[in-house]
């Protein structure tokens, strides 16, 4: 059973970091693209950002230059590097991955800016 775990969620104040980590299991087979999305009470789940197998990654333009995603294949887990943090970030994040043409997701995890 595949699942995708989320950790690193919590409390910063504006200017400051956060790490998340997500850690993709229970698959026989290799994750294909791994993907951060963010989604507020009331609205849409939005994309942060995307990074493939291979290494390459797209942004939300808003996260551009302050956020950082990185990818350990032979852990199956993703990480997303947060500095600068804005009030605005506060979100649940949460964790996808397709894998042989169905996406995964995880739990989310909290990130809360105070200003």
């Known amino acids: 059973q595949v699942q995708l775990v989320e950790s690193g969620g919590g409390l910063a104040q504006a200017g400051g970091s956060l790490r998340l980590s997500c850690r993709a299991s229970?698959?026989?087979?290799?994750?294909?693209?791994m993907s951060w999305y963010r989604q507020t009470p009331g609205k849409q789940r939005d994309l942060v950002a995307t990074?493939?197998?291979?290494?390459?990654?797209n942004y939300q333009d808003s996260v551009q230059d302050r956020f950082t995603v990185t990818r350990d294949n032979a852990l199956d887990t993703i990480y997303l590097e947060m500095n600068s943090l804005k009030p605005e970030d506060t979100a649940v994040y949460y964790c996808?991955?397709?894998?042989?043409?169905?996406?995964?997701w995880g739990q989310g995890t909290q990130v809360t800016v105070s200003s």
């Open positions: 990074i493939k197998r291979h290494g390459a990654t």
């Open positions: 996808n991955a397709i894998l042989l043409g169905r996406e995964y």
């Open positions: 229970g698959s026989a087979f290799p994750f294909g693209d």
